[in-house]
C-alpha cells in the first residue's frame, strides 16, 4: 500500500513452512492451549510450496481443525485482495474457525482505494462480505479506516460513512492519515487540514461505536460461549473471556476456569463489553 511504511522496515513478506506451523501448534495444544491466532501482515497471503504441493491459509485452518485439543481458530490481519474462494469456504466447512473476521478496507471510495494501491475495489469488498455471510450468517466484520488520506474530498468520505452504515461494522480501527517517511504517499500533498481530519475521524469513531453499543445491546439474553483468558484488570473479583464472535464478557465465577470455555448468560452491556453470568 502507498502508505504503508512496513515493508521499509521489516522486509518483503515470506511464508513459515507448513509443517512447522502445524508441528509448532501441535506442541501448544497439548500444553493447554485451546485457541490459536495465525498471524502475518497481510496473512491470507500465505503461499508456502514443497515440492510439488502448494500450501494456502485454508490449508492451515483445515489442517488445525483436526487437532483434538484445540478449540478455537483465528486469524488477522487479512487483506481483501487476498481472500480467495477456498478461505471463504472455510466459514462453511470448518468448526472451529471463529466466526469474527477482521478484513481492512481503508477507505469506502474507489478512487481514494486507487490512490492507496490497495488493489480492491469497494464493490468486491461488498461481494466478499456477502459470500461469507452466505456461508456463516453469524459471521461479523470489523475493518480498519484510514481518514484525510490526500484527495479524500467530502464526496469521497460521505462514501466511507456509506459503506459503514451499510456494513454496519461493529467494531473497527480508525486513524487520521500522517505521512510515513519514504512511502510513496508522503510524496503527495497533504491537502486536508487537521481541523477537517479531526472532525471526519470523529463521525467515523461515533457511527461504528453507535453500531457496537448496539450489536451488543442486542446480544443481552443470550447464551455465549466463551473461552476465559484471564481475571479483570479493573476488578480482581471477576473474570473475562471472549465469545466466538470476539466480544469481551465479565462474568464473576471462579478463577479455576481460565483457559477454559464455559457457557455464560449475557445480563447487559456497556460500550465495550458485555456481562454475565455462568
Not at 43 to 70: G, H
Amino acid at each position: 500500500c502507498s502508505f504503508c511504511v512496513v515493508p521499509y522496515t521489516r522486509g518483503p513478506e515470506y511464508s513459515r513452512p507448513f509443517n512447522k506451523i502445524i508441528e509448532e501448534a501441535e506442541n501448544l495444544a497439548n500444553n493447554g492451549v485451546k485457541e490459536l491466532i495465525l498471524l502475518g501482515q497481510n496473512v491470507n497471503a500465505y503461499f508456502y510450496k514443497d515440492k510439488e504441493k502448494i500450501f494456502k491459509l485454508s490449508d492451515l485452518i483445515l489442517e488445525l481443525e483436526k487437532i483434538k485439543e484445540l478449540d478455537r481458530i483465528r486469524y488477522t490481519t487479512s487483506h481483501p485482495k487476498d481472500m480467495t474462494d477456498d478461505l471463504i469456504d472455510c466459514y462453511s466447512n470448518s468448526k472451529k474457525l471463529m466466526p469474527f473476521i477482521h478484513l481492512p478496507i481503508q477507505s469506502g471510495s474507489n478512487k481514494i482505494l486507487k490512490l492507496m494501491n490497495r488493489n480492491h475495489r469497494v464493490e468486491k469488498y461488498l461481494e466478499i462480505y456477502k459470500l461469507i455471510k452466505q456461508k456463516n450468517h453469524k459471521v461479523e466484520f470489523s475493518s480498519d479506516f484510514i481518514i484525510g488520506y490526500p484527495g479524500e474530498t467530502e464526496e469521497y468520505f460521505q462514501e466511507t460513512i456509506d459503506l459503514i452504515e451499510n456494513i454496519r461494522f461493529d467494531d473497527g480501527y480508525s486513524f487520521i492519515y500522517s505521512k510515513r517517511p519514504g512511502t510513496p504517499a508522503s510524496f503527495e500533498p497533504d491537502d486536508i487540514s487537521l481541523k477537517e481530519k479531526k472532525e471526519r475521524l470523529n463521525k467515523v469513531q461515533s457511527l461504528i461505536t453507535a453500531n457496537s453499543e448496539e450489536y451488543l445491546s442486542n446480544m443481552v439474553g443470550t447464551n455465549q460461549e466463551i473461552l476465559v483468558e484471564g481475571i479483570c484488570k479493573s476488578n480482581e473479583n471477576l473474570i473475562y473471556g471472549r465469545t466466538m464472535n470476539n466480544k469481551i464478557v465479565n462474568v464473576k465465577a471462579s478463577k479455576s476456569l481460565i483457559g477454559k470455555c464455559i457457557t455464560v448468560h449475557i445480563e447487559n452491556s456497556n460500550r465495550t463489553s458485555l456481562n454475565g453470568v455462568q
